[in-house]
């Protein structure tokens, strides 16, 4: 069975820009939730969809923004890109609604510059 | 509030050397405890999982884990490490209700020398 997939792999932006990072679970799980990894630290949490609704927010600004489709894909979406956004952004995917255990994917590296 | 602790952000050992990675948490709440690796410019794997049955925790790779809550401790152990252990690896936790998400520490990254 296929894992979590993350596209695009690599991307390069520009200060002011926005971008749009897209998830696709592993069959069958419908929990997405949306990590950054800023380069020398852990992971932090942004957001967690279920069933097509937020679960749950990080600590992050109103920029950063989110959905899930119908096929329980996802959607990260960041607007007026700060070079302080330039981290490697990690889709995870668990069966349901807790999250109790995440699989994640191979990530997204974006540069701001 | 729940949080982790990694002590040593880098770790180097001999290979057959023990590997011991340390991880204290601090949660309000009975916690579930996660152990991550992450190989170079990929994500995340997990290890093994704590979730409040057996202490001891076994995970793959030879890795495992003891919970002990009088320490709050988490640590992650193998008896001999092989050169393809070589990585970062996160503790991270969450609560057994209420949020969903994981807290992740700042990570350990472990050299093996050969």
């Known amino acids: 069975d296929a894992g979590v997939t993350q596209s695009p792999t690599h991307l390069i932006k520009t200060r002011g820009q926005h971008v749009t990072l897209r998830c696709s679970p592993i069959s069958g799980h419908k929990s997405v939730s949306w990590y950054q990894q800023v380069l020398g630290q852990g992971p932090q949490f942004i957001f967690q969809y279920y069933e097509k609704e937020e679960r749950g927010r990080g600590n992050f600004p109103d920029r950063f923004s989110a959905r899930q489709f119908p096929n329980y894909s996802s959607e990260l979406n960041v607007n007026a890109l700060l070079l302080g956004d330039s981290a490697l952004y990690l889709c995870?995917?668990?069966?349901?609604?807790?999250?109790?255990?995440?699989?994640f994917g191979p990530g997204t590296r974006l540069t701001v510059t | 509030a729940q949080s982790v602790t990694q002590l040593g952000s880098h770790v180097s050992v001999s290979e057959g050397a023990l590997v011991l990675l340390r991880c204290n948490y601090s949660?309000?709440?009975?916690?579930?405890l996660f152990w991550y690796v992450q190989y170079p410019n990929q994500g995340l794997q997990l290890l093994l999982k704590y979730t409040s049955a057996a202490t001891l925790v076994k995970g793959i790779n030879g890795f495992e884990a003891e919970f002990k809550k009088s320490e709050t401790s988490f640590h992650l152990t193998k008896p001999s490490a092989h050169m393809s252990d070589a990585a970062e690896y996160f503790c991270a936790v969450r609560v057994q209700t209420g949020a969903n998400n994981l807290f992740f520490g700042t990570g350990t990254r472990l050299t093996v020398i050969p």
């Open positions: 995870a995917s668990s069966p349901g609604p807790t999250g109790y255990e995440q699989y």
């Open positions: 949660s309000s709440v009975p916690p579930y």
